[in-house]
Structure formats: C-alpha cells, structure tokens
C-alpha cells in the first residue's frame, strides 16, 4: 500500500483529481477502465485545516481518502492518530470511532509498526 501524508499541493490536486474522476465514474462520464488506468491505486491523508480549501469534512479537519482498490472513498477523523490507524487498516470501519479516534490512540494501543506487522 501506498500511503501519502499530503504535505504539497500537487499531493492534494492528486487527491482531489482522484475523488473528481470517482465522482465521474459513478456518474458513467468515465469507465472502470478509464478510472483504474489513470488514477493511483493509494491512500492519502490530508489535514484539511492546513487545506485553503475546506470542503470535504468541516467539522473533522483529517481526511482519508483511499483508492487502493479502485473504489475510491473518503472518511473524516478528528485527529491524526485516528486517520493513520484507519489508513494502515488498524481499524477497518469508522464503527465506534469516537473510541479510537484521539490523540494518542497509535501510543496507547501499542507500536504501529508491530501492529501492522501482526496482520
């Protein structure tokens, strides 16, 4: 899996280009295989309150945005851990978020690394 912490803006027209042609897909102006062909099969974690654009989640400032298998989604988190434990597929819904979605959740559940490793 590849995973982008979205740091550029170019890393965030790429996003957004990717969620854009998804939307075109469901609205048959774009073919699977049109879709799958030109937009990356990956994940990106974007910090909207760093965004000049906040248009996504308002009210959650992370967003994940996942198309590692062509079904492109996005999800809000309230933080940064709670983004990286759904994004490396720590957790697989946002079922119970509030639960795990804190500050300091990837500390107190352990290393991420040997988290993920395990799976």
């Avoid at 989640?57 to 988190?77: M, Q, S, T, Y």
């Amino acid at each position: 899996m590849e995973l982008t912490i979205v740091t550029t803006q170019a890393e965030r027209d790429e996003m957004k280009a990717t969620l854009n042609a998804y939307a075109d897909l469901i609205g048959d102006k774009l073919t699977k295989e049109e879709f799958k062909a030109r937009y990356p099969r990956k994940v990106w974690i974007d910090n909207e309150e760093c965004s000049s654009h906040r248009n996504f989640h308002d009210l959650l400032p992370f967003l994940v945005v996942d198309n590692r298998d062509g079904e492109c989604f996005a999800e809000g988190f309230d933080t940064l851990d709670g983004a990286l434990l759904y994004a490396t597929d720590v957790h697989t819904t946002t079922e119970c978020q509030s639960e795990w979605d804190y500050m300091g959740a990837v500390k107190d559940g352990g290393d991420l690394k040997c988290r993920l490793e395990a799976k």
